[in-house]
């Protein structure tokens, strides 16, 4: 039998905060996660393009990151239940927190919007990362899955 040689990537995990996780903002209720997200949020393409966004928790829900999943257009954009969840598992987090806007300022869940989040906390409760809540977000407001009770 022939010695056959294969060239395969190499993977590597890191993570490298850059804060003492005292340091990091605690998200407890919708209103600090919104208020998180509108801080890094690009106030000129909230009613211009649909973005998902996810903020990543540790065990005392601070925030150890939120990282930009996906950039649509208006009527919306893909959020790739794999993408998150490799980004949550390389940033070690036990929880998150998932957002994303309607460009047309409408804050109430579509029906694939609430598919989404069903998969995702499905999947989440697999890989034991929390997902604790899905925003809608605007300029204006926002609509929290877990205060209406659809969580």
């Not at 804050?107 to 998969?119: F, V, Y």
């Amino acid at each position: 039998m022939e010695n056959l040689s294969f060239k395969v990537a190499e993977i590597e995990i890191s993570y490298h905060p850059a804060f003492k996780l005292a340091e990091l903002p605690q998200v407890t209720s919708a209103q600090e996660a919104y208020g998180v997200l509108m801080e890094r949020w690009d106030k000129g393409r909230l009613e211009l393009l649909e973005e998902f966004k996810v903020i990543l928790l540790n065990r005392r829900a601070r925030v150890l990151g939120v990282v930009n999943i996906s950039q649509g257009g208006l009527s919306g954009t893909l959020a790739d239940p794999k993408v998150i969840f490799a980004v949550a598992l390389k940033a070690c987090a036990s929880g998150m927190i998932l957002a994303h806007n309607h460009p047309s300022g409408e804050l109430s869940p579509s029906d694939a919007d609430i598919s989404l989040t069903r998969k995702l906390k499905s999947g989440g409760e697999i890989l034991e990362i929390s997902v604790n809540d899905h925003l809608i977000v605007s300029r204006y407001g926002f609509y929290s899955f877990l205060d209406e009770g659809m969580m």
